[in-house]
């Protein structure tokens, strides 16, 4: 990694990627493997299930500014060791949601993104 220190975000806020931003192109075999991990770590990790899902759409032609972005989720998931999901004994069976979308966000097709969380009790019974 070229900075091994922490960050509080797994993504810049408000950071756009596109497929020709003009940066130098990476390896795809190494920058696949990384996505590949992060996605299976978004099984007991959902706060950076948008970050991963974010970058894995430029797995065909990744850039020096998606590694980058990677990297930043790594240094994140470094930082934040000890989050994920964990279940409790709890007599507080609260449900909790919360849902939010990003209306056309991606520059190249206008796709847009949308996510929710839906907690009872201690931890997490299902994410998108």
Not at 7 to 13: H, Q, S
Not at 45 to 62: C, E, G, W, Y
Not at 106 to 121: A, H, N, P, V, W
Request: with cysteine; charged share 20%.
């Amino acid at each position: 990694m070229e900075n091994c220190k922490t960050t509080k975000t797994p993504l810049n806020a408000n950071e756009k990627f596109t497929l020709s931003d003009g940066a130098k192109k990476v390896d795809e075999k190494n920058f696949r493997s990384v996505v590949g991990s992060l996605m299976y770590l978004t099984n007991t990790r959902p706060n950076i299930t948008f970050a991963v899902s974010l970058i894995s759409r430029f797995m065909h032609s990744p850039s020096k500014l998606h590694l980058g972005a990677a990297k930043r989720i790594l240094r994140y998931v470094q930082g934040t060791l000890y989050f994920g999901i964990s279940y409790l004994r709890s007599n507080s069976n609260k449900l909790i949601a919360f849902i939010d979308s990003d209306w056309a966000s991606c520059t190249d097709d206008r796709k847009s993104t949308t996510g929710y969380m839906i907690s009872l009790g201690s931890g997490i019974v299902s994410w998108s």
